[in-house]
């Protein structure tokens, strides 16, 4: 059984820090394309981060280049998501999902395959 299940979110202040996983079962974290998306209540899902699986090549939206870092552990078969300098705006519901392919259009359509169910992460003073 295909399944992607995320922790780690939590309420932190802005500016803080937070580190997302991801643990996939059914397969392995280097088997696909995988990334993050997150969703805020009422608005559309949009692609945060991305790598590709053969090299691990990533990718990331603009609003989080040089604050957000996705890595992977192959041993541990986990995803990350390493949030720095967190703002409010980055508040929303953060998902980790297989993607067919890891390029920047990805993250523009929000498009994936398989999902997780998603962690909370709130940011505020």
């Known amino acids: 059984q295909v399944q992607l299940v995320e922790s780690g979110g939590g309420l932190v202040q802005p500016g803080g820090s937070l580190r997302l996983s991801c643990t996939p079962s059914?397969?392995?974290?280097?088997?696909?394309?995988i990334g993050w998306f997150r969703q805020v209540p009422g608005q559309g899902r949009e692609g945060v981060s991305c790598?590709?699986?053969?090299?691990?090549?990533?990718y990331y939206a603009d609003f989080v280049k040089g604050r957000f870092t996705i890595s992977r552990d192959i041993a541990k078969n986990t995803l990350y998501l390493q949030m720095n300098n967190l703002r409010p705006d980055d508040t929303a519901v953060y998902y980790c999902?297989?993607?067919?392919?890891?390029?920047?259009?990805?993250?523009?359509?929000?498009?994936?395959?398989?999902w997780g169910r998603g962690t909370q992460v709130t940011v505020s003073s």
């Open positions: 999902a297989t993607v067919y392919l890891c390029i920047p259009s990805t993250l523009i359509s929000g498009s994936g395959d398989y």
């Open positions: 059914g397969f392995t974290v280097d088997t696909y394309d």
């Open positions: 790598m590709t699986n053969v090299d691990g090549t990533t």
